[in-house]
């Protein structure tokens, strides 16, 4: 049973998805299929996205009135606890999309390294082909003169952490006014850590995070212009 689920249901589909990409949008060459593959990805979770864009500018507003309320009622700890608690309860916002929408693009990401873990070539690519996906004969790995299939690349995981330390570097210059020493520890761990792992993965997996980084740096400005925090007069 499992095995049809992850094979028949999730890892063909997938693999078929990404050679016909291959075949007739990336003009043969699989580094733009997977790019091709990642945006349609979040096309498809473009629902999720944005109720999870949504829920994090809500999350802002509502750390704003935390602080408006705590400034009026400073002098009275018991009315401005209950006025949080009703705050917190009225704007109560549930993570789920969120979660969701990393959880299918960390399957994918698994599906993907199985595709390189098996290889693309010879019978194995004959026998998980559907009909209507023509065969692509010898796949063309290199992605600007980079085997995507390689381990131990340093050039793109090195740009994962680069747009990490970037995001974290924004958010804190926007949300925090006092940099912690837990912060700064994050800001440089949380970057290497992921470079680290990126590292020990075939290089398909740092274009697949950078797209889905880039895209949904862009859907998310958009979302946010959309649903930003309301000012008061």
């Known amino acids: 049973m499992w095995s049809f689920i992850w094979n028949d249901l999730l890892y063909q589909p997938l693999f078929n998805v990404l050679i016909w990409l291959y075949n007739n949008t990336a003009h043969q060459n699989l580094g733009w299929a997977v790019v091709y593959l990642t945006i349609l990805l979040r096309i498809v979770l473009l629902p999720l996205t944005f109720i999870g864009e949504r829920n ?18 400073r002098n ?14 009225k704007n109560k916002i549930n993570p789920w999309a969120k979660v969701l929408a990393l959880g299918i693009q960390l399957l994918v990401l698994v599906l993907l390294y199985q595709v390189f873990l098996q290889g693309i070539t010879g019978e194995k690519l004959l026998r998980t082909l559907y009909e209507w996906v023509d065969f692509p004969g010898s796949i063309n790995i290199y992605f600007y003169g980079f085997n995507i299939g390689a381990r131990n690349a340093i050039v793109w995981p090195g740009l994962v952490a680069i747009v990490l330390l970037i995001e974290i570097y924004l958010d804190f210059k926007k949300h925090k006014t006092n940099v912690t020493k837990s912060d700064l520890v994050y800001f440089i761990l949380f970057p290497a850590f992921s470079f680290y792992i990126l590292w020990l993965l075939p290089m398909v997996k740092s274009i697949f995070i950078l797209t889905s980084m880039f895209f949904g740096m862009f859907i998310g400005l958009i979302i946010r212009t959309l649903f930003r925090p309301h000012k008061d007069k």
């Open 56 to 73: 994090k500018v809500r999350d802002e507003q509502v750390q704003e009135d935390i602080k408006k309320i705590e400034k009026e009622f």
């Open 76 to 89: 009275d700890p018991t009315l401005q606890k209950e006025e949080i608690r009703k705050l917190v309860k």
